[in-house]
């Protein structure tokens, strides 16, 4: 008969049992991860939280839950770059960027345009077509240069000048006829977000 002291009757203790993976209650999920109780029991009920049921109630394996999950991708602002030497239209475009929730930075002429299209993409460009520094469809042809397939909307007070007429050359275009309104220019950002997005 086994002594008492023998290995048989001793468990090894250098080997432990594994721990069990802790299991919530819905109600301490809740107050853990700061989600409404009702919107636990619907992931739950939609596979969306690993849980399993004890003795008829829901229990959730916290250690297989990430939170995280549950979130939404957070969808990249859309970034539009204003050519304009008018600090009254960059305030004005400033405000109708806000409305759609774009960002918009402001380059004055054309080396700045093109520094900042190649220091960071864009995803629409609005050229005012009279700028000090260069002509409008000098502007429209680099920029069509260092970006080929990026839509460029131009802003002008004369429909009908020579600028534009040498712009159109290169096929359709969208034309920002001034004076501006807040809600025209948005519409217009807007329009163009829909159509990358």
């Known amino acids: 008969m086994p002594s008492p002291s023998s290995p048989h009757n001793k468990r090894n203790s250098t080997s432990k049992d594994p721990e069990p993976s802790p299991l919530l209650t ?44 549950l979130k939404a991708p957070r969808s990249r602002k859309r970034r539009i770059l204003l050519v304009d030497d008018d600090p009254g239209v960059q305030g004005l475009f ?59 909307v131009v802003i002008t007070g004369y429909p009908g000048s020579e600028v534009l007429h040498r712009i159109l050359q290169h096929g359709p275009v969208t034309v920002l006829s001034k004076p501006l309104r807040v809600e025209q220019v948005a519409e217009t950002i807007r329009t163009f977000a829909r159509r990358k997005g």
């Not at 853990?32 to 049921?53: D, E, F, M, S, V």
């Not at 460009?125 to 009279?130: P, Q, T």
């Open 26 to 69: 819905p109600k301490e999920a809740s107050a853990t991860y700061r989600i409404p109780l009702p919107t636990i029991y619907y992931l739950i009920k939609n596979g969306k939280i690993p849980a399993l049921r004890v003795s008829g109630r829901w229990r959730i394996r916290a250690e297989e839950f990430d939170p995280q999950s």
């Open 94 to 152: 400033r405000l109708a960027a806000q409305q759609v929730n774009c960002s918009l930075a402001v380059a004055r002429g054309m080396k700045e345009a093109i520094k900042r299209l190649k220091d960071r993409r864009c995803d629409l460009v609005l050229l005012d077509l009279y700028l000090h520094e260069s002509r409008g469809d000098q502007v429209y042809e680099k920029i069509l240069e260092t970006d080929s397939g990026l839509p460029i």
